[in-house]
């Protein structure tokens, strides 16, 4: 099974350089997740990163934030009801299971163990390359769905270094509870 490292540092949603406290910190809330989570996470950071297990908060997301990235397939309400429940969701951080991340084959970090790594900014990410490899730093908000799952909705930020990353919304679909999820849109809000 292909090694998935997954680094992901959850953060304030646009606020894509300034870090969240450590997971140790008393803002982050433990528990509320459910499997299909970590599901989308898993399909998310499949092609590689280091994940950070404290959740960003402060995002709002609104149907027409997805405009034209959205799949044919997506209906206005499951639109509206995912976005509702990853604003409702992403108000707080929240600290995520590792041992459930792990079973999806991504590795998490805490925020702390970050700060270690980059604790010198001009050695932190040659330190990171020693530990990761080429793996990124992965940062995602809590999961917004629709009431039946079948659609997802969720930050993603990547960095590859300093100079170089992105963050985008993903839409995710599936035809039931049954099926996989899959990406089915991705809108761009920031590049560097």
Do not use: H
């Amino acid at each position: 099974m292909k090694k998935i490292v997954a680094l992901i540092i959850i953060i304030a949603m646009l606020g894509a350089q300034q870090l969240l406290a450590s997971t140790e910190s008393p803002g982050a809330i433990q528990g509320a997740f459910d499997s299909e989570d970590y599901n989308v996470y898993a399909v998310i950071c499949d092609m590689g990163g280091v994940l950070i297990s404290t959740t960003a908060a402060g995002r709002k997301v609104t149907p027409a934030d997805l405009g034209a990235g959205a799949s044919p397939q997506a209906r206005e309400q499951a639109l509206k009801e995912a976005c509702a429940d990853f604003n409702k969701k992403n108000a707080e951080g929240y600290l995520l299971d590792e041992a459930l991340l792990k079973e999806r084959g991504i590795t998490a970090i805490t925020e702390q163990r970050r700060q270690e790594v980059f604790s010198s900014f001009d050695l932190g990410w040659r330190e990171f390359r020693r530990l990761y490899g080429n793996a990124f730093l992965i940062r995602v908000s809590r999961v917004g769905f629709n009431a039946e799952k079948t659609l997802a909705v969720v930050y993603r930020s990547e960095v590859a270094d300093p100079e170089m990353g992105s963050g985008e919304l993903l839409v995710l679909e599936r035809s039931d509870r049954k099926s996989p999820w899959k990406v089915a849109a991705e809108i761009q809000l920031w590049i560097s």
